[in-house]
């Protein structure tokens, strides 16, 4: 009967699927690939031309700002 009971213990633990670390681990994975789709990384810090997009585990995924020309507007007068 013990051994039925070691067994049967045994048995439940292994099926009740990954353990919390392996969760997390793949979150992480997920994570740093998501970061390293929209061209950011994971640093410590991010500088003041990068936005933090999520965080990796558990330090910032930093992006560059795209750098956008300022609009000239042109001023037209009409003279008559």
């Known amino acids: ?3 039925l009971c070691i067994f049967l213990t045994f048995v439940f633990t292994v099926s009740c699927g990954p353990s919390v670390s392996q969760k997390k681990t793949k979150e992480d994975i997920d994570r740093k690939r998501e970061c390293y789709l929209v061209r950011g990384a994971c ?4 500088n003041r031309w990068e ?10 995924c930093c992006v560059v700002r795209d750098y956008q020309k300022p609009v000239t ?8």
Not at 51 to 60: F, V
Not at 73 to 78: A, D, E, L, N
């Open 51 to 60: 936005y933090i997009y999520n965080y990796c585990n558990t330090e910032p």
């Open 43 to 46: 640093k410590t810090s991010c």
């Open 73 to 80: 507007k042109h001023i037209t007068t009409h003279t008559e």
């Open 1 to 3: 009967v013990k051994i």
